[in-house]
C-alpha cells in the first residue's frame, strides 16, 4: 500500500452526503445571525484575495487593478486591506512593480489552471517563473482526472514537485470540489492535498459550475480540523468562486469558526476567493453602495 492510501485509512472517507447537509443547515441556523455584524464584515473583507483572472487581462488592466488596492490604504486608513491580489502568472511581475502596499500579498494561479492539464515539467516551470516574477502565494488545481481514477500516488507525486518549486512561497491546492460531486470524494481530495504538501486548501477555480458550497467547506474544514488533531500543524482553508454577496462570505466565515474555531479567524488562515465580493462588503460596512474596485 502506498503512503497516499495510508493516509486516507487514518481518517473517515465515508461520509453521507445528506448528513452533511443536514449538519450545515444546523451550525447556520444556530449561529448564524451572532456572525452577521460590521465587525465581520471588516475581517472579511481583510481575508479577500482580490482576484482578477480575465482572458481580456492586460498589463495595463492589472496595474490599475493594482492601484485600486494601493489607494484603498490611503482612502480607508481604518481597514485592512485586502489580503493579496490573485492574477494569472505572467502577471505577477506586473502586479510586484505596482504594489506599494506592503501587507498585500501576490497570489498568482499556476500549473495549467484552471483544467490542470499539462505536463508536470510545464508546471513546475509555470510555478518557479512566477515566484521569480514575486508570487508570495500560488494556486493550483489537483489532477481531478487522477484523482476520479484513483491514481492517488500520480496525482500527489506532481503536488509535490510543484510544491519543491514554489520555494518559500505558500501553496494552496484547489480541488475543484464541483467536479469531485461526492463528501467523500471532497473528503479524500482534501486530506491528499494536505499531505503533497498544500498550505491551503481550495474548494473552486470559479471556472465551472458548481463552484464553491457551503458543504464541501464544511467537510474540507472537517479534514483540516481532523489532521491538525493529529498533527498540530495548522492548514488554511480558501473557498472561491460565486462568493460575491456578505451574506455569502458570512455563511463561510460561520462555517469555519465552528468548526475549526478562533485560531483559524486570521488571514494566515482563512481567505476567500473574490471580485465583486470587495465592494458589497464595504457596501454592508457603510451602509450604503460603494464602488470602490
Request: charged share 25%.
Amino acid at each position: 500500500m502506498d503512503k497516499y492510501n495510508e493516509a486516507l485509512q487514518n481518517y473517515n472517507t465515508n461520509l453521507n452526503d445528506d448528513v452533511v447537509k443536514q449538519e450545515v443547515e444546523q451550525i447556520l441556523r444556530e449561529n448564524l445571525s451572532k456572525y452577521s455584524n460590521t465587525d465581520v464584515y471588516k475581517f472579511l473583507f481583510g481575508c479577500i484575495d482580490l482576484t482578477s483572472l480575465n482572458t481580456t487581462d492586460t498589463a495595463q488592466h492589472i496595474t490599475n487593478f493594482t492601484k485600486r488596492v494601493n489607494d484603498f490604504e490611503n482612502e480607508h486608513p481604518e481597514m485592512n486591506n485586502v489580503a493579496a491580489i490573485c492574477v494569472y502568472p505572467n502577471m505577477a511581475g506586473t502586479v510586484r512593480m505596482n504594489l506599494e502596499v506592503s501587507d498585500v500579498n501576490i497570489a498568482a494561479v499556476s500549473a495549467g489552471f484552471p483544467s490542470s492539464q499539462t505536463f508536470t515539467e510545464v508546471k513546475v516551470a509555470e510555478t518557479a517563473l512566477a515566484v521569480a516574477d514575486g508570487a508570495d502565494e500560488i494556486d493550483i488545481v489537483i489532477n481531478v482526472g487522477n484523482f476520479l481514477a484513483e491514481e492517488y500516488e500520480e496525482m500527489c507525486d506532481e503536488i509535490e514537485e510543484i510544491k519543491h518549486s514554489c520555494r518559500d512561497a505558500h501553496l494552496k491546492v484547489i480541488l475543484e470540489t464541483g467536479a469531485l460531486k461526492t463528501a467523500s470524494n471532497i473528503k479524500k481530495a482534501s486530506i491528499l492535498a494536505i499531505y503533497s504538501g498544500a498550505d491551503f486548501i481550495k474548494t473552486s477555480t470559479g471556472k465551472m459550475e458548481p463552484a464553491a458550497t457551503l458543504e464541501a467547506a464544511y467537510v474540507m474544514c472537517q479534514a483540516i480540523k481532523e489532521y491538525y488533531d493529529k498533527t498540530g500543524t495548522m492548514i488554511g482553508f480558501k473557498p472561491a468562486g460565486g462568493i460575491s454577496t456578505t451574506e455569502d462570505a458570512v455563511k463561510y466565515y460561520c462555517i469555519v469558526a465552528e468548526v475549526l474555531g478562533e485560531k483559524w479567524l486570521d488571514k494566515k488562515y482563512f481567505r476567500l476567493g473574490a471580485s465583486r465580493l470587495a465592494n458589497n462588503l464595504l457596501s454592508s460596512i457603510a451602509g450604503s453602495p460603494v464602488k470602490f474596485f
